[in-house]
């Protein structure tokens, strides 16, 4: 249930966004390219993932995203830590509203703004209580209009 209501919100904020807000248009292919990015993900899906840069001493790790689509939010979760906190990144950049659980992060733009096509750290996460490996699962991701974008599933990051 929190699942469609979080999904609901999404397609609302971003139609209301695409309603109001004409002056940047992309026109986007459906189809999925085969693209690899400068750091050697190679991508079949709209949307690829990559955990990296893990800092023990600050618990932390970036989340990396390559997309051949525009992003208009997304969410996911983390087994294996306790989220504390996530940051900066294109999140940041594009001022995304991100909420976090010890297990999930949810974020997208309350005026409907979209993260361009490109590539680069989505957000830091920040953590406590790890085991040893964490990964990405129950990945969502929304395009304009809130349409479901496809993607990759990263591999785990070894916590050592």
């Known amino acids: 249930m929190k699942f469609s209501v979080i999904i609901a919100l999404i397609l ?3 139609c209301q966004g695409q309603k109001q807000d004409s002056v940047k248009t992309e026109t986007v292919s459906k189809d999925t390219v085969s693209v690899t990015a400068s750091n050697n993900i190679v991508c079949d899906s709209e949307v690829c993932l990559q955990l990296r840069n893990h800092d023990a001493v600050d618990q932390s790790f970036e989340v990396y995203m390559l997309n051949s689509v525009p992003v208009a939010g997304f969410q996911c979760d983390f087994p294996g830590i306790s989220i504390t906190s996530s940051d900066g990144g294109l999140l940041k950049e594009n001022g995304y509203q991100t909420s976090n659980s010890a297990a999930r992060i949810l974020s997208f733009s309350m005026q409907a703004k ?8 989505l957000t830091t996460v920040y953590y406590s209580d790890p085991t ?3 990964c990405m699962t129950e990945i969502i991701f929304a395009g304009i ?3 479901k974008l496809s993607n990759n599933s990263p591999e785990c990051m070894k916590f050592s």
């Open 114 to 121: 979209l993260i361009s096509v490109g590539e680069g750290v």
């Open 12 to 14: 609302c904020v971003t």
């Open 145 to 147: 209009g809130g349409a």
């Open 132 to 134: 040893t490996e964490v």
